[in-house]
């Protein structure tokens, strides 16, 4: 990559982990439901005048239905589930659950799309399982102290990350990459608008909380949107997805430098072992095809 793409992949693993610890400050104040709701209509609100100005909006107008369950799957159930994960449990710890997307899309891509699976990608997805499993062992209700219900809302989460990206390339191929982003979070800010209506806090949150969900919608979603494609346009789509591994480095930092928060250390052995495998599943490390012979 060039040393242009390197800086914005950094960027955007920042923005992506500040958002956990946004989420962490702003939750308890707003609620899941509105903190969400907000996050996606600053996020919509950024993307589609955008959207516009490029003249792509036709395409959004044309393929409304699958972007808009593409929003509820990407956008408004994720944001919920880890905006109510972080009313417990900290900002590293939901990011290591987010790092292990890339797993379940390569399942789900496996069973619903037919992808293949050599043997290095299945050993991958079991040992990032195992992982994932480590984690939830540590954290959820089989302890004393656990956080069952936060760490079901992180798997649900992930889980959604992981069909999105099937949807898209099942029913969204060759559309406009920002259309999918500005017509997925306006869908998902209409999705959630009602249930945010019903949830508004009784207390105006203070301030600080707004400018904490300002910068969760404009600069963690609509930006990090943005530098997203940009990468995978610039960069390819497999060193786009290396993000995913510097996420939870800069949510541990984030969390560490404002919220005084630590990973333990069985905590951080499964962010390992889930790193491990989802660069086995991905093709990052492990075998690579040997090269086809030159034909002379």
Partial sequence: MRRRDIAELFALAALWGASFLFMRIAAPEFGPVVLAALRVAGAALLLVPLLGARGEMPALVRHWRPIAIVGLMNSALPFLCFAYAALSISAGVSAVFNS???LFTAVIAWAWLGDRLTPARIAGLAIGFAGVVWIVWD?????????????????????????????????????????????SQLAAAVLLAVPAAFAWPAVMPAPGAWLTAAALAFFCTGVAYILYFRLIAHAGPANAVSVTYLVPIFAVAWG????????????????????LGTALATGVVGPRPAPRPTEV
């Fill in 100 to 102: 292990a997307t890339p």
């Fill in 139 to 183: 954290k959820a209700g089989f302890q004393p102290g656990g956080s069952t219900w936060a760490v079901a809302a992180c798997i649900v989460a992930t889980l959604c990350y992981g069909v999105a990206p099937n949807l898209t390339k099942r029913y969204l191929t060759g559309v406009p990459p920002l259309a999918v982003a500005a017509g």
């Fill in 256 to 275: 560490g430098l404002f919220l005084d928060e630590t990973l333990s250390w069985p905590i951080a052995f499964g962010c390992a072992v889930v790193f």
